[in-house]
Nanobody, 124 residues
Framework: GQVAESGGGSVQSGGSLRLSCTVS????????MGWFRHIRGKEREGVAT???????DYSDSAQGRFSISLGSSKNAFHLDMHNLQPDDTAIYYC???????????????????WGQGTQVTVSS
């Protein structure tokens, strides 16, 4: 399988952005898809995950501000980010792996298909 991000860019504090990820080549009964970010100087961290069964999960920092959703054909998923803050500045990655359920947000090493990353910059 392959994944590839699109979207990202620069916004001012309080602004919104949408990230999208296309998924291809997964033939299993279920696929877990997720968004991660790498803030400079920190470890890569989970932001939000969603399974093809519709179950989603969010990190504490994303809860209430970000929304993950499946595309209409389930070969894409999106991350709508609202009320962005400078602390959200990072490289955002999408990832996917076949599975019957998504792992906890902390299990970054479980994922085996990663996009190339897209920069999100939030200025104050």
């Amino acid at each position: 399988g392959q994944v590839a991000e699109s979207g990202g860019g620069s916004v001012q504090s309080g602004g919104s952005l949408r990230l999208s990820c296309t998924v291809s080549g997964f033939a299993g009964a279920g696929v877990c898809m997720g968004w991660f970010r790498h803030i400079r100087g920190k470890e890569r961290e989970g932001v939000a995950t969603i399974h093809t069964n519709g179950i989603s999960d969010y990190s504490d920092s994303a809860q209430g501000r970000f929304s993950i959703s499946l595309g209409s054909s389930k070969n894409a998923f999106h991350l709508d980010m609202h009320n962005l803050q400078p602390d959200d500045t990072a490289i955002y990655y999408c990832a996917a792996r076949e599975g019957i359920r998504c792992p906890p947000m902390s299990a970054v090493g479980w994922w085996d298909r990663w996009g190339q990353g897209t920069q999100v910059t939030v200025s104050s």
